[in-house]
């Protein structure tokens, strides 16, 4: 199963869609193509301050026990852990030239995190604009076969030591 979702617990705009594993490239693209066209920006200066931030903090969470609900309920799945069995993840980003795909980790059983570029594993696939969807769905498939759970940085180098 590939999802394709905004960032966040916008249950209406967020996450919005499972696809099955053999959807075909061009589908994927498309999925892909869509949650980039629904992103919204956000002023940074008018997010909440002080008790307000503590208080939409609170909202955030209830919003995110629907999610975790509304996920469950699209996938059939009984519980997160079984969502996340065996899952890859990709993050991406879409410029007005290209669109960027990042191949990340999983630092616990539900949750994920990028992968620093001083990290070995860390790769970027890039796909110039304008970009059919067939090539967004590759990159994105490539991006996710190279997901790489739990990297560990690099070793230290001491000076002196070889």
Not at 29 to 48: M, Q, S
Not at 108 to 128: L, Q
Not at 130 to 151: F, I, T
Request: with cysteine.
């Amino acid at each position: 199963m590939c999802a394709s979702a905004l960032t966040g617990t916008d249950l209406d705009h967020g996450l919005d869609e499972f696809l099955p594993t053999t959807v075909s490239d061009s589908e994927f693209g498309v999925a892909i193509r869509r949650c980039h066209d629904a992103t919204r920006f956000e002023d940074v200066d008018a997010l909440p301050t002080g008790e307000a931030a503590k208080a939409a903090h609170r909202e955030w969470k209830k919003k995110l026990v629907l999610w975790k609900r509304k996920a469950l309920e699209m996938t059939g799945c009984k519980n997160l852990e079984e969502l996340y069995e065996d899952a890859r993840y990709s993050s991406s980003t879409r410029t007005k030239d290209v669109y960027v795909f990042l191949n990340n980790s999983r630092d616990k059983p539900t949750e994920f995190s990028s992968i620093p570029s001083i990290f070995p594993d860390y790769r970027e696939f890039i796909v110039e604009q304008p970009a059919s969807d067939e090539m967004l769905g590759q990159a994105a498939r490539a991006a996710l076969d190279a997901g790489v759970r739990n990297a560990q940085r690099p070793p230290r180098v001491r000076r002196g030591s070889k």
